[in-house]
């Protein structure tokens, strides 16, 4: 039956790529206020989809945007596999660096020569949920997906799924399950398809300092008052030292060390550091003394800031010295680095480093999210492996990764659930920047991929 | 004749605060290119006042803004003083700390019970340039300013007086007098006129940092790239020492030292350093060790960052690193230190300090102004501390500030021209800020001061 659904999802292309602009021309934007509406459109969209593919579809309120879930009839005896996706988006911003609006999907050549979807959410994740929702439409025509199936896609992973720990808690029933399967991950490089098996995690935090009661005259009071500006600054200096490394007191206590056998898997990988530093339009690459790109990226902790707001921002000068100054501050988490310990750590340093005429807030919360790492040598993986095999005609590799799914450590944590990542992103798909893409050839692999994955599944062990 | 003038002026309170309030109400803003068209309409306007008092008016074009130059009948025999006042302002932002809009002038009582009109420019300059012109426009009812006067408002101050040199140069003739007049500083406090006789310099520079050539997905590249936003809390943190002082290779090479006598004449001053700080809502100030409030602010030269911009700066979380970050810095400086000795440093130093895979930009040009003082001890300023005492019915005090008014260096470089410095603002008149203010009992009295002044400077000795 595998074969007349790879048929269905070969000669359907065109309609697939159709219903992703639908998908993508919606802005689903997560963390600004002025786009709930968008959120709630997104949501009843993806649920109508899935209805119409005769599953049933439920759009299920959180404190924050709804999660939509969804099923097929469940039958006894099939393993239960939990597909879980995100529908919203990062921001677009800086918008005129886009060539094409963020929100009006294109197809066009890539710097690379090949035909891709340009849009926000292209790859990161609407691309690859659709990847799934083709699949699953495609096995519903031919009597139906051969595994009980649960759909989560979530509204908040660009947020840090600041609501989803309440909601899983509060719907385990709904969502038990055998395994976990998410595709918001790449592949290694074009045609060197991966399974990842670790994530990093993370906290996130906006400092804002506060000095003067309002904004002063530079030269009436400038070098007799405590500027916040120039304080952000000394103090975010303090975060790093020389090395590389962060200065936080007890940041690298728990950091779990890499093993030779990885160290040695990862070497033979064909990561081109020439070609991956000229695409970022640098000279030389940055970072953390006595460790490779790769392992910079997979298996070692950073922070970096995402944001630095203070003073006067306009064209031209203004001399003033602003009330306040803030930043967003984001440390990427490794194995066994627990979030909560890291978060309490970074508070403690930036307020003991804060002198005692500036106030320090902390004014974001709940950004945490678990680094994650799962054995390579299961069933479900080389179950995956095989469907990988047949959606890109060749076989995976192992990678990790050094971005952050929350929801992999949430599920592990209150489901004992398990995930496999199985992604079908480029390395080059300007994820979170401006032109983000999902190359159309690996949306097809992908989907012929998902197709597979539910196929090989139905075998899994339970 | 002046009593008479004096009564005129006092009979002319409410119309004078109508006047004022419409020169308030244009917005003004030099330093933004959308307001181009405001600064045409607002120097018209002020040259049609000057009008209506039988000078003569030209608005005369400059590469930036245009220049109001004013005059009366010049007699031989009589001293000619150079009345310079700007009518751009600052930006107001940020707007949603104004109580009352920043170009709806409105009178209400301060903090302190004390009524006033608060503006954007209502004390920085317009309101002081106001003064001179109400004091102008009552002695030509009674028979006409007895000085040889020209006016010469810019439209250019608070962006570093950009095109002012080319001008001045290109029409010394115009221009030529035997003193300068301007009333652009404050009183020392309420009820302590002052005549202010120094004046700290401005290098005001924008510096931009470059790193990957997009917006990266701060997971998958964080820890590997510079992250321009680190970069720039690094090297702008190594501006200072601990002892606050700044740390740029030579650039206390020529500050002048603080003379004995100056410091014992400060040390009299009525300083309210504890009011100081709660007017700021601070704990305690800060500054470079071992030296006063006052010393600091008048003849310490400083560093002050302005601006920050760099990554995502809207609501919530974005795990981005930004393709670049940028500053807006500042430098006052004192006697005998030079601009463009001190920019070059500055941009020395800066380059020294980045990173070679981080490309470093300026992007400001033109703010630089000279550090000025003037001696106390001559025929005008005994003219001018007459005439304070009619103003203010006291006598007054003689102090430093800590702001640019570049035109004061220009003006001894090309025309070798001294200025006095005789202001009407108070500390607390958030100059630059939001809720900028001007006190009505100042204005009244700077209006006094300024008929008496243009009697007074009379008998200037040639």
Redesign the interface.
């Known amino acids: 039956m595998l074969d007349r659904v790879l048929q269905t999802i070969d000669g359907r292309r065109d309609a697939a790529l159709a219903a992703l602009k639908d998908f993508l021309r919606i802005p689903s934007v997560?963390?600004?206020?002025d786009h709930k509406s968008d959120m709630l459109r997104c949501a009843t969209w993806l649920a109508d989809q899935l209805k119409f593919g005769g599953l049933s579809a439920e759009i299920l309120p959180t404190k924050g945007h709804p999660v939509v879930v969804a099923r097929n009839r469940h039958e006894p005896g099939r393993p239960t596999i939990l597909f879980y996706g995100h529908y919203d988006v990062?921001?677009p911003?800086?918008l005129e660096?886009w060539k094409t609006p963020p929100f009006e999907p294109t197809v066009r050549r890539d710097d690379a020569g090949h035909d891709a979807v340009f849009a926000r959410g292209a790859v990161d994740d609407k691309g690859q949920v659709w990847c799934h929702v083709e699949a699953i439409l495609a096995w519903q025509a031919h009597g139906g997906v051969p595994v009980n199936l649960v759909v989560l896609i979530e509204g908040e992973e660009?947020?840090?799924s600041e609501h989803l720990a309440d909601f899983v808690r509060a719907n385990k029933d709904k969502l038990r399950a055998d395994l976990c399967l998410i595709s918001d991950t790449?592949q290694f490089a074009r045609g060197v398809p991966a399974i990842t098996y670790g994530l990093?995690g993370?906290v996130?935090e906006?400092v804002k300092l506060t000095?003067?009661?309002?904004?002063?005259?530079?030269?009436?009071?400038?070098?007799?008052?405590?500027?916040p500006?120039?304080v952000?600054?000394?103090l975010?200096?303090?975060?790093?030292k020389p090395d590389g490394s962060v200065n936080i007191p007890g940041f690298y206590d728990d950091v779990a060390k890499l093993t030779a056998e990885e160290k040695a898997l990862w070497a033979k990988l064909p990561f081109d550091e020439p070609e991956f530093t000229r695409e970022?339009?640098?000279?030389?690459?940055?970072?953390?003394r006595d460790y490779t790109?790769l392992e910079?990226?997979w298996v070692?902790?950073?922070c970096?800031?995402?944001?630095?707001?203070?003073?006067?921002?306009?064209?031209?000068?203004?001399?003033?010295?602003?009330s306040w100054?803030s930043?967003?501050v984001?440390m990427?988490l490794v194995p066994n680095q627990d979030p909560q310990k890291i978060q309490a750590a970074f508070r403690k340093t930036i307020r003991e480093r804060t002198?005692?005429?500036v106030k320090v807030e902390f004014t974001?919360e709940g950004?945490n999210a678990l680094p994650v790492v799962v054995p390579i040598d299961t069933p479900a993986t080389k179950l995956a492996a095989e469907a990988l095999a047949v959606g890109f005609d060749k076989q995976p590799t192992f990678i990790r990764?050094?971005?952050?799914i929350p929801v992999v450590g949430l599920l592990k944590q209150e489901l004992g659930l398990d995930t496999l990542l199985i992604g079908f992103g480029l390395?080059d798909d300007?994820?979170?920047?401006?032109?983000e893409k999902f190359d159309l050839d690996a949306f097809h692999a992908g989907t012929r991929t998902a197709a597979a994955l539910y196929e090989r599944l139905s075998k899994l062990p339970r």
């Open positions: 997560s963390t600004k206020p990062q921001p911003e800086p660096l660009e947020i840090g790449n990093r993370l996130y906006e000095g003067p009661g309002h904004d002063l005259h530079s030269g009436m009071y400038g070098g007799a008052v405590p500027n500006a120039n952000l600054c000394e975010l200096a303090t975060l790093h970022l339009k640098l000279t030389e690459l940055s970072g953390e790109t910079r990226t070692r902790p950073t970096d800031i995402n944001g630095l707001t203070a003073g006067y921002q306009g064209p031209g000068a203004k001399t003033v010295i602003g100054a930043a967003k984001s990427r002198p005692k005429n974001l950004h990764g050094g971005g952050t390395p300007r994820v979170h920047s401006p032109n």
